[in-house]
């Protein structure tokens, strides 16, 4: 249905063809999405920075993807309307363009920061980091290190926040061939439905119909004048020349002329219509501007409507190309016989009547977006199903995987599937969507912190909340959050926030290193601030002048290629540096102990005076082992063996027996990684006994019979309670001579009460442990055998290892002080009491780590802790004289 206006037919706003609908929901830039991405960087860098009452920042990540599956599945949509299909080298390319150049620089500079300020120690791991980030792979390389126990303490990566970016492209690298696969099937079916034949052209113009004549045939779309009985009728097709022995035809013109009786009809190009005109009078020009034939006079202009010439009536206003007379000139004189014929016999002026035009032709209908809004919810939903379950049982996984992330980002492109939909909501109901989403978004930030089981069903609040703003601001509302986005504050920060995002993580995790200072929120705000205009530096140097370049955007291939060298030279870096890590600078070699407390005759006494000497030794032995650089990777047997089992197993896959295999009598080792840690001293006790040790540990699961939060699960950590009731069970049923039991001294991420809930008051804490290690005490001496209470070891101020290679010359900056050393100190005493009081063998370890004032982090050439906790397998092992003299006999 059209609106009719004299003289001009004019289709309704909401009657456009679906094809142009869908054009206009492809609309271009969008400031409010620019305010989105501002909103979401500074989240996620005040997060980072320290800012405790935004510990949620993270989900700022969130919304970026969001943003990124919406603005994405826009630009492939809005090309496969325009072209029928995908370009996927195009797409590739500009990808490549838009995102290497800042990124690549960026992973050169970190890696270069890391190597001058941070420890020797941690430049391998880094770079293999840069490695993983440049193929976009080190989200998994973090999901799997997030579930090592070993590694929670470490430093985070300064090339973590890739992960992120890892993540999108992983989608992107399936998401254009499903979009490719969905046009070219839409093309078949297509084929399929329509028969195989030239359409004829359609016109959207309108024509003056003459009273009491017939209509006359028109082309597709076009409209035509009807003419009188015994005119001449109109040539019809393409236009592209005269009918055989017709007359030549005159150029096309887009507005229409009435028809005079008794003339022969013009021919006409498509898309115009054409009135028969009297006889001697030369026709108009039509539409290319050729100008009129010789001797004729001056042509009627084209118009854009289409209007019949009535006598009298001023010549139409000249064409936009400017062809024909100037504005203000005469009107053309009209020929006697067409002011004749305006009129009927009777005198009466003829009528025109400015009727709609029904085109009959079907439209040419746009790719039904049905099967791709199907193939996102099947996306969206099995995604988000894998990120509920996951993130209850494998958080690390759950949080870094692109499996349990896609579902964002398919929101996102489902809101660009639906824009044109989402463009005719009520403007009220829509403003009100913008503002509820923002709403949304905020108050997860604020809400949530690292104790949040995320993503999960919590990652609905700020996905479904981004999802909001943008759907909302589709309609263009008044009165919505794009009032508030389109500020110039919020519009620069997000023309810089992809650049703020790659900076500011290396910023905080190189800066304090650099200038010598410890971390803090003071801190961590001047160098984000700082990294702000590093990054708009970067951006206007780097990432605009490369992603602009007309030699780079002239073809698909150079983009590929660019990208393809900056991954290369990046991933050259990463791998060569790798092998070259700084040196380090040491001091004399010193004999071992080992050998040396083995032979002695009171190996403890032997052992204090080896400890002062090492408490008054300052530079690091050159012969130190493990050394420092390879520390993270010692580890004792039962870790390569899977006999320590890692958070989500219950169960080992084999029997965990150590010792001697043969051996009459049994013992057990049972406890957490702080239990692990004395393998290597007990399995040579076992040996030198002639007895079987199970050894029963698992990470992060003390030996007392408590419920522990995990935070690396959010959530309470049920698989160590199962685990240790099978242990106590089989301790039980294979009744073993003593049982060494060992555990951190600490809270861990917390105790659980009964109920479910995290006990706060340390009094309370410290009640509840006593108790949990007298149920499990108890169960061992029902079962016959000596429970063996080895007391926690002391802990080192931070990472041993890195701290030597930062101070090689002042090593002794890297022990404890014996004040400072042990966790809850008065819980300790109470634990060893009434262990004592149950009649447990209870092992004090302090004097074989310790002298009255410090524990120093070498003795001998031995390094204690291999970490921040964990005492290394070589002074393990040396300690096996103490330990056997200590042990039950």
């Known amino acids: 249905m059209s609106v009719i206006h004299d003289p001009v037919v004019t289709p309704r706003a909401s009657e456009a063809p679906a094809a142009a609908r869908q054009a206009r929901a492809h609309s271009g830039f969008r400031p409010d999405i620019e305010g989105m991405r501002a909103i979401a960087v500074t989240l996620v860098v005040l997060s980072h920075a320290g800012m405790a009452t935004l510990a949620g920042g993270y989900v700022g990540v969130d919304v970026f993807f969001v943003i990124s599956g919406f603005l994405i599945t826009t630009l492939l949509l809005k090309e496969l309307d325009r072209t029928g299909t995908i370009s996927l080298s195009g797409f590739y390319a500009r990808r490549a363009v838009r995102l290497l150049p800042a990124s690549a620089l960026v992973l050169v500079a970190t890696l270069a920061g890391a190597w001058f300020w941070l420890p020797s120690t941690r430049f391998h791991s880094i770079s293999l980091d840069g490695l993983f980030a440049t193929f976009y792979g080190i989200n998994w390389r973090l999901a799997d290190e997030g579930v090592d126990y070993l590694n929670a303490d470490a430093a985070p990566s300064p090339l973590q926040h890739f992960w992120s970016l890892a993540v999108e ?72 020349g005269p009918r055989p022995a017709g007359p030549a035809p005159a150029p096309r013109a887009a507005a229409s002329v009435p028809v005079w009786p008794g003339s022969p009809a013009p021919a006409q190009r498509n898309g115009g219509s054409a009135a028969v005109r009297p006889a001697g009078v030369a026709p108009a020009p039509q539409g290319w501007g050729h100008g009129p034939r010789p001797g004729s006079p001056a042509p009627v202009h084209r118009a854009a409507a289409s209007a019949p010439v009535r006598p009298g009536a001023a010549a139409p206003a000249p064409h936009s190309r400017g062809y024909g007379p100037r504005p203000g000139s005469p009107a053309p004189a009209q020929h006697p016989r067409s002011l004749a014929a305006s009129r009927y016999p009777t005198g009466e002026p003829r009528k025109e009547i400015v009727a709609p035009v029904v085109d009959k032709t079907p439209e040419k209908k746009p790719a039904t977006r049905v099967p791709l809004t199907l193939a996102l919810i099947v996306v969206a939903a099995v995604s988000l199903g894998a990120s509920v379950t996951q993130t209850e049982s494998a958080a690390p996984w759950a949080y870094f995987g692109a499996h349990t992330r896609v579902w964002e980002l398919a929101v996102g492109a489902l809101v660009a599937v639906a824009a044109s939909r989402l463009s005719r909501l009520p403007g009220p109901f829509a403003a009100l969507l913008t503002w509820a989403g923002v709403a949304a978004v905020i108050t997860s930030a604020f809400v949530y912190d690292e104790h949040t089981a995320f993503p999960g069903t919590a990652a609905l609040v700020p996905v479904l909340g981004s999802a909001a703003i943008i759907a909302g601001g589709c309609a263009a509302p008044r009165g919505s959050v794009a009032g508030l986005l389109k500020v110039k504050p919020f519009q620069l920060i997000g023309r810089y926030s992809y650049s703020w995002y790659l900076w500011h993580w290396p910023a905080l995790m190189i800066g304090p290193a650099a200038l010598g200072r410890e971390p803090s929120l003071e801190l961590g705000l001047a160098l984000s601030a700082a990294s702000l205009v590093v990054a708009v530096l970067s951006y206007h140097l780097v990432e605009n002048p490369a992603r602009n370049r007309p030699s780079i955007k002239a073809s698909a291939g150079r983009g590929i290629a660019v990208g393809l060298v900056l991954s290369s030279v990046t991933a050259g870096i990463a791998f060569g540096a790798g092998r070259f890590t700084p040196p380090v ?104 006994r002639g007895l079987q040790l199970y050894s029963r540990t698992k990470s992060a699961c003390p030996a007392p019979s408590v419920q522990v939060y995990n935070s690396v699960l959010k959530r309470a950590y049920k698989e160590c309670s199962d685990w240790r009731e099978k242990v106590l069970d089989e301790i039980a049923q294979k009744r073993p001579k003593f049982v060494v039991l060992s555990s951190n001294g600490g809270n861990g991420d917390g105790l659980v009460a009964p109920d479910g809930k995290l006990l706060d008051k340390r009094t309370v804490r410290d009640e509840f442990w006593v108790a949990a290690w007298t149920k499990t005490l108890d169960r061992i001496k029902k079962a016959g055998s000596v429970p063996v209470l080895l007391l926690d070891t002391p802990w080192p101020p931070n990472s041993t290892p890195d701290c030597m290679v930062t101070n090689p010359k002042s090593t002794d900056k890297c022990g404890a002080r014996v004040a400072e050393a042990f966790y809850e100190p008065a819980r300790r005493k109470a634990v060893a009491a009434k262990a004592a009081s149950l009649g447990a063998k209870v092992i004090d370890s302090q004097g074989w780590f310790c002298t009255a004032a410090v524990c120093p982090p070498v003795v001998g050439n031995l390094l204690v802790w291999k970490d921040g906790s964990h005492i290394s397998t070589a002074y393990s092992a040396a300690l096996t004289p103490l330990l056997n003299a200590s042990l039950p006999k």
């Open 585 to 688: 600078e040491t001091g004399e070699a010193v004999p071992d102990p080992t050998s040396m407390l083995a032979k002695a005759p009171d190996p403890r006494a032997a052992l204090q005076t080896l400890l002062a000497e090492s408490a008054r030794r300052t530079r690091l032995p050159s012969n130190v082992r493990p050394a420092p650089q390879s520390a993270a990777t010692d580890q004792p047997v039962i870790y390569q063996d899977k006999c320590h089992l890692e958070y989500e197993i219950v169960t080992a896959d084999g029997p965990c027996l150590y010792g001697n295999p043969k051996g009459k009598d049994s013992i057990f080792l049972l406890g957490d990684s702080h239990a692990g840690h004395w393998f290597p001293a007990v399995d040579a006790v076992a040996k030198k």
């Open 169 to 240: 492209e992983q989608f992107y690298l399936v998401w254009p061939l499903l979009m490719l696969i969905y046009a070219a099937i839409w093309a078949r079916r297509r084929a399929k439905e329509s028969p195989e034949e030239a359409p004829a052209p359609r016109t959207g113009g309108s024509a003056a119909v003459r009273s009491g004549g017939p209509a006359p045939a028109q082309r597709n779309g076009g409209s035509a004048a009807v003419r009188p009985a015994g005119s001449v009728p109109a040539p019809q097709g393409w236009g592209n």
